[in-house]
């Protein structure tokens, strides 16, 4: 074979290489995604119903789900009695916007309550409060559904104990429920925390109480593998394209405008928590890639 024959079978070898990688990583930017990632709307506190917010009651998560939502954002508190509730604060406002300033005594409006009195007090005079114990019966009711954790907590000690409880939980009914539980953390050390008790196959890290810079973000995403949720105002464009450049899949909260989905879905994001946009309904809205 002379010289020029073996320099043209080595650039066809070579091209052919070239065209067999690029065909293999197109496969692969193409498979589906799957599991958590294949849905894009988080409900946020179980979702809304009919007009109210923030109720994580046991009827939210029903009406959402039958709208196709399959993400649920929980936010969960101990009780006074150090038991693992679905409540997002223990505040006089919030007992006043879930309907329970008649429910309550005027000296349980504002402070954290007990089991019992929660879980006896109905949201809105309808609605069904939720325990860790019930919200389990609706990940096994409902085996496609996800959770997403909102615990507030940021010292260690209270950290550990949020964690432990649902740990605990969920391994007495199935362990592998907690494949289907994604923490948020509040900060880079919570990490290690939540490690320590357990260590989840997905976590997000939310960023609306982090001082973290958008470098140092960056950094901890590269280190861990760790995805995002941020405000709205936070998200811009450069920040989510560096994300998104290092693997990092990108939520915003809380969206329940079609014109701003559409407008952050075009910067790159990748999924919304919202309080009234099911994720029947982002799939039919135009312009969403």
Known sequence: MNKKKI????????????ILVITLNKEEEQQPASGFEAHRIVAHAMGGINGYTYT??????????????RVFEVD???SKD?????RHEWTVNMSKLLGQLEVLPANKQGVALDYEEFMDSPILNIYSPLDIEKVLDLMQNYPDAYIVTDTKEIQPELIEKQFTLLTEAAQ????ALLERIVPQIYNQPMLDEINKVYSFPEVLYTLYQSKDTDEQVIEFVKKTGVDITMPVSRATKSFVKQLKNIGARVYVHTVDEEDEIRALSRMGVDGFYSDFV????????RGIR
């Open 278 to 285: 099911p994720e029947n309904d982002l799939n039919n809205l």
């Open 76 to 78: 969960f508190l101990l």
């Open 56 to 69: 994580n009651a046991w009827e939210a998560f029903v009406a959402n789900y039958e709208r196709g939502t």
């Open 172 to 175: 007495r009914r199935d362990p």
């Open 7 to 18: 320099i043209a079978t080595v650039v066809m070898i070579v091209t052919l290489i070239i």
């Open 82 to 86: 150090d038991q693992l509730v679905a």
